[in-house]
């Protein structure tokens, strides 16, 4: 086996891993190993690496969760799929050496072993590159937790939640102390600072009241927080956090309905933020080590900081934003944003359905940006990463792309370039273009589809 | 310039069904015939495309053995059968009518 037939394989895997395996499912997955291979070798001749040409491939291949769920909601005891199965296991074994150890990896029969990882069929898997180690479907283990058997086990913890159908709050099975505070809505900016909790945001059923649910799992007022008033700000802050002991701590808090003219800001020294269908004027958050993952948010403008774990958010509206990670990735969807400021520092940087404009900044991880709609030039720099853009469909634009020691490429029907070279290009597509897609790469490449 | 997904979604099964009449093939290769087809303007998302696969073998219209590649992976091949060439033959019928005919309904003028 090919050592491109083996990460195409350990890549599949990945995808295929949340489907119970049936015979439709490993036919399948044989069936995209030749297509693959085959789309993959095509990339290989255009692109400058051999990364770019794998991912490619798979951004070709597209969505296919749908088939796979399909597929695997389908009984395999049927006779005829016994059969395909057993054709399978016959061509699996006749197509390749039975033991084939090379830099690459070591195979042996079925199973693999290489810098990614271990597989041993579809069943035994450890996988180093999204950290997730599966044996057949009785043990799974992820970021999220595990499970074994029926059982779940959720490692960050039961925080709580809010359940928006019944407007009620669920606290976590670990409570020793529930501390409810209420404060009215004002035109202040509200600073939530919190040093080591599970912070979650939400939308109460109040119109005019911030509520904070404080869960912690020993009971002592030292530990709830104070609030203070200033001239400028309302500002909640985390009681006494013991240093010499854990104390689990969840922060839920409520933002009312109609809150549009709100401004919070909040922090979070360690632990993870969610923040979930809120609507404001400004809405800041600063998180020092720990994920931020967020959905259903609108706002006018919003400033985000992670120095320390990956920002992860979904149906976004800013007008204005700045976005910044220190060290981890960025990672949104369906995000309306008119003047973005983004900037990774050590991880990447990812939109998929776009709409918006404004400077992108990645200094060692890659920009890929899906536009839906841009609404203003377009400015992107990667340092050692590459730049690729998918333009929107129906949208003509300018365009300047260049790579220091990379290639720049464009593929669109209807170009007009006015300067055209391996590493610098400059033109429009179409024929009334409006904004301008700028790009430049360090060491990396630059492509437009 | 983008062919409307709305216009041509109804056509993908006979899109296929054509690409498979005139040989058999397997989904990589449907899809590169599918981009050469229509000069570059159309691309069939690969995922519909195995939808598509699936959908017209339970249907009866196509139906898949595996190749017998020396080297490398082995691949899907589809064939169509001779009920697919019928349904083929008739789409193309109903696609010839109803084209003057919406033609006529889109662009046509009316005479008073």
Do not use: C
Request: aromatic share 10%; net charge negative; hydrophobic share 35%.
């Amino acid at each position: 086996m090919t050592s491109i037939e083996m990460e195409i394989r350990t890549r599949l895997d990945v995808i295929f891993s949340k489907y119970t395996p049936n015979a439709q499912l490993t036919e399948f997955k044989e069936e995209l190993v030749a297509d693959l291979i085959e789309a993959y070798q095509d990339f290989a001749k255009t692109d400058r690496s051999h990364d770019e040409a794998l991912d490619d491939t798979f951004d070709q291949l597209g969505d296919i969760d749908t088939v796979l769920k399909e597929l695997s909601e389908q009984k395999s005891a049927t006779k005829d799929d016994t059969q395909s199965d057993e054709q399978e296991q016959a061509t699996e074994n006749s197509k390749r050496s039975f033991v084939d150890i090379s830099d690459e990896g070591v195979h042996i029969g079925n199973l693999h072993i290489n810098s990614k990882g271990v597989r041993l069929g579809d069943d035994i898997v450890i996988d180093g590159e999204h950290d997730k180690v599966q044996f057949g479907d009785w043990l799974h283990v992820d970021h999220e937790g595990a499970r074994v058997d029926d059982k779940y086990y959720q490692f960050e913890g039961d925080q709580g939640h809010y359940d928006f159908e019944t407007h009620t709050l669920k606290e976590p099975f670990w409570t020793k102390a529930h501390h409810n505070i209420t404060i009215p809505t004002s035109d202040k900016p509200f600073i939530f600072d919190y040093k080591d909790a599970s912070v979650s945001f939400y939308t109460n059923d109040k119109t005019d009241l911030i509520t904070v649910d404080e869960y912690f799992s020993r009971d002592n007022a030292r530990y709830f927080a104070r609030i203070s008033e200033t001239d400028d700000h309302v500002l909640i802050s985390q009681g006494d956090h013991p240093m010499l002991f854990h104390v689990k701590t969840a922060i839920q808090i409520g933002l009312p309905q109609n809150f549009h003219a709100g401004r919070v800001t909040t922090i979070n020294h360690s632990g993870s933020l969610y923040v979930n269908s809120i609507a404001l004027e400004e809405f800041n958050v600063s998180v020092y080590s720990g994920s931020f993952k967020a959905q259903h948010i609108t706002a006018k403008s919003g400033l985000w900081r992670v120095t320390s774990g990956t920002i992860k958010a979904s149906d976004v509206k800013f007008e204005t934003a700045e976005i910044e990670n220190k060290s981890g990735s960025i990672k949104l969807e369906k995000t309306v944003i008119n003047d973005a400021t983004v900037s990774a520092h050590s991880g990447s940087i990812r939109i998929d359905d776009f709409v918006g404009g404004g400077h992108f900044k990645a200094n060692s991880g890659a920009i890929r940006l899906r536009l839906s709609k841009l609404t203003r030039d377009l400015i992107l720099k990667a340092n050692s990463g590459s730049i690729r853009v998918t333009a929107p469909n129906n949208q003509d634009f300018n365009f300047e792309l260049s790579a220091h020691s990379g290639s720049v490429s464009v593929e669109r029907s209807n170009i007009h370039f006015e300067q055209n070279t391996g590493s610098y290009k400059r033109g429009f597509v179409g024929i009334d273009p409006e904004f301008a897609i700028e790009a430049q790469a360090n060491s990396g490449t630059v492509k437009i589809y | 310039m983008e062919i409307s997904k709305d216009l041509i979604r109804g056509h993908t099964d006979t899109i296929i069904l054509n690409i498979l009449n005139q040989g058999d093939s397997y989904g990589y290769q449907v899809s590169k015939s599918i981009r050469q087809l229509s000069d570059h303007q159309y691309e069939l998302n690969e995922a519909t495309l195995y939808t598509a696969f699936r959908r017209l073998e339970k249907l009866g219209d196509i139906e898949s053995y595996w190749g017998d590649e020396t080297q490398g992976a082995r691949r899907k091949y589809y064939r169509i059968t001779s009920q697919g060439q019928d349904h083929l033959a008739t789409a193309l019928d109903e696609w010839r009518f109803a084209k003057k005919v919406i033609s006529n309904l889109i662009s046509g003028r009316i005479e008073l």
